[in-house]
């Protein structure tokens, strides 16, 4: 798929772009794969009763965060993830599917059909790495391009899990140098490391802002994103 020829939109943030294809409004929904729980909070300000789904690390920042309402945070994994059959409205999976080991793809899948209600939604958004976007620096943390194209095929082919496909698209969000940096601090612990990994990126943002005729500072990064929506035949 050629992505420089497909339309995208840029948006401020996930919320912004889901929205217009999912109503979160007193929806009852399921986070695999929260991280520090932005999107749950998120969804709890749009009128969701939301849940995060993530390890044990990941929940314990999460739950440092001031509360929005009764949003809620759970220790589980997408492959058995701790709620209830048929309790979501929709269950996410925002850039946290491709970080399934392949053969654990499919039951994973069962396990979303398992707690969705009848017509409920699958939502996923996961990152696309273009040369020239985001995955330019995303990329010297760790190569993702292969596991995204094999969580893809997998999403792709939802009939494989009782699933049809009811929407794709895809978009993009700004990100900056300083945006990387937290990203490092919250997925490499040696601090060694991260300034390895800042002082390359640093060199990339610099290429990548003179061939842009523009500084540093104000050098954005397009962070490039697919949705999918897949809902149960009926």
């Given at each position: 798929m050629?992505?420089?020829?497909?339309p995208?939109?840029?948006?401020?943030?996930?919320?912004?772009?889901?929205?217009?294809?999912?109503?979160?409004?007193?929806?009852?929904?399921?986070?695999?794969?929260?991280?520090?729980?932005?999107?749950?909070?998120?969804?709890?300000?749009?009128?969701?009763?939301?849940?995060?789904?993530?390890?044990?690390?990941?929940?314990?920042?999460?739950v440092?965060?001031?509360?929005?309402?009764?949003?809620?945070?759970l220790?589980?994994?997408?492959?058995?993830?701790?709620?209830?059959?048929?309790?979501?409205?929709?269950?996410?999976?925002?850039?946290?599917?491709?970080?399934?080991?392949?053969?654990?793809?499919?039951?994973?899948?069962?396990?979303?059909?398992?707690?969705?209600k009848?017509?409920?939604?699958?939502?996923?958004?996961?990152?696309?790495?273009?040369?020239?976007?985001?995955?330019?620096?995303?990329?010297?943390?760790?190569?993702?391009?292969?596991?995204?194209?094999?969580?893809?095929?997998?999403i792709?082919?939802?009939?494989?899990?009782?699933?049809?496909?009811?929407?794709?698209?895809?978009?993009?969000?700004?990100?900056?140098?300083?945006?990387?940096?937290?990203?490092?601090?919250?997925?490499?612990?040696?601090?060694?490391?991260?300034?390895?990994?800042?002082?390359?990126?640093?060199?990339?943002?610099?290429r990548?802002?003179?061939?842009?005729?523009?500084?540093?500072?104000?050098?954005?990064?397009?962070?490039?994103?697919?949705?999918?929506?897949l809902?149960?035949?009926?």
């Amino acid at each position: 798929m050629n992505f420089a020829e497909m339309p995208m939109k840029r948006v401020q943030s996930h919320g912004e772009y889901l929205s217009r294809h999912f109503d979160f409004a007193g929806a009852a929904a399921v986070d695999v794969g929260c991280g520090t729980g932005d999107f749950v909070r998120w969804m709890t300000e749009q009128g969701a009763a939301a849940t995060g789904i993530d390890t044990i690390e990941m929940i314990a920042r999460a739950v440092e965060a001031p509360r929005i309402g009764n949003e809620k945070y759970l220790v589980g994994t997408a492959q058995a993830v701790p709620v209830e059959d048929g309790c979501a409205d929709a269950a996410l999976y925002i850039a946290s599917f491709h970080h399934i080991p392949e053969l654990e793809m499919p039951r994973a899948l069962a396990e979303c059909g398992r707690i969705l209600k009848p017509g409920g939604a699958a939502i996923f958004v996961e990152p696309v790495g273009e040369t020239g976007s985001y995955y330019e620096v995303v990329r010297l943390v760790e190569d993702e391009r292969e596991i995204q194209a094999k969580a893809y095929a997998a999403i792709g082919a939802p009939e494989n899990a009782g699933f049809r496909m009811t929407a794709e698209g895809t978009y993009y969000l700004e990100r900056s140098f300083q945006d990387y940096l937290r990203l490092l601090d919250l997925f490499v612990g040696d601090a060694s490391a991260r300034l390895d990994i800042a002082a390359a990126a640093r060199a990339v943002t610099e290429r990548l802002s003179r061939a842009a005729d523009t500084s540093f500072e104000s050098y954005r990064y397009r962070s490039i994103c697919r949705m999918n929506i897949l809902r149960q035949h009926d």
